[in-house]
């Protein structure tokens, strides 16, 4: 119930903030995102015996904040994030191994939930309006349809395990069918917001988007099994964390993006 009642009101939330809202206040809801998913990977790395930087909460915040601010690149936020990262070993840590393991994780904290979580902010700040918001609905509708379709075919006619050892429930045919109910949803939607899309160019969306979502569910499972942790976190109640519920989507957003940039 708990579940239902969360989807019942950050649904209808999301899409009054991308529909109606500003686009600073799309970025202030992202910037949120990404430093409670900095905080999540720093309770799984805790869990593991090592710990992420504080300083970390910084460079998360310039990393997205690049895919913002104009005046801001990509580049600056990369080199600072560098320096502020490594200052920050330099001043407060002594040498070990542990620590060492820590700096890196934090490197990679800063990147895998700034610059993911960045690309879904570039997506919508695309002009021309209302362009940006249909693509950021976009990307989570195909994303999130591709997951209830995979969930659903495989608890019907799931039989061959597709990883085991990262999630023993996903299976082939689940694959197959989120895939399927993920390239429907991009051609839907294309139809109705992007008709200049040749079809053919919203399947082969659909598909990539479907897939590297997958990719992504994956890859925050094999955090989760190293960790030796169910969930990121409890925050959203019935769901887990929040890495627990974006981990497909920062897979698939920066793809999106980049092809999307490639075509215009």
Request: proline content about 4%; hydrophobic content about 55%; some cysteine.
């Amino acid at each position: 119930m708990s579940r239902l009642l969360t989807a019942a009101v950050a649904v209808p939330l999301l899409l009054a903030i991308l529909l109606l809202g500003p686009d600073w206040l799309f970025f202030a809801l992202a910037l949120v995102v990404a430093l409670l998913s900095y905080w999540e990977l720093g309770a799984l790395m805790k869990s593991s015996g090592q710990n992420l930087l504080g300083a970390g909460y910084l460079t998360v915040l310039l990393v997205t904040s690049a895919f913002y601010f104009e005046p801001l690149t990509l580049t600056h936020a990369t080199l600072a994030s560098i320096l502020v990262i490594g200052g920050a070993v330099v001043f407060q840590w002594s040498p070990s191994r542990d620590r060492l393991v820590g700096a890196m994780g934090t490197f990679f904290a800063t990147f895998y939930v700034g610059a993911l979580m960045g690309s879904i902010v570039a997506l919508r700040t695309l002009d021309p309006e209302p362009a940006g918001r249909h693509w950021v609905i976009f990307l989570l509708a195909v994303v999130f349809v591709g997951d209830a379709g995979a969930f659903y075919s495989g608890r019907s006619l799931g039989r061959h395990a597709l990883a085991p050892r990262l999630s023993p429930k996903k299976t082939v045919e689940g694959l197959v069918g989120g895939i399927v109910a993920s390239i429907a949803a991009a051609v839907a939607l294309a139809e109705l917001w992007f008709p200049e899309l040749q079809t053919s160019a919203a399947i082969g969306l659909g598909l990539m988007l479907g897939l590297l979502g997958v990719l992504g569910d994956l890859f925050e499972s094999f955090l989760k099994r190293s960790a030796g942790v169910k969930d990121t976190s409890a925050l959203i109640p019935g769901h887990g964390g929040i890495l627990d519920r974006i981990d497909s989507v920062l897979f698939a957003a920066p793809a999106l993006l980049l092809c999307l940039l490639w075509m215009a």
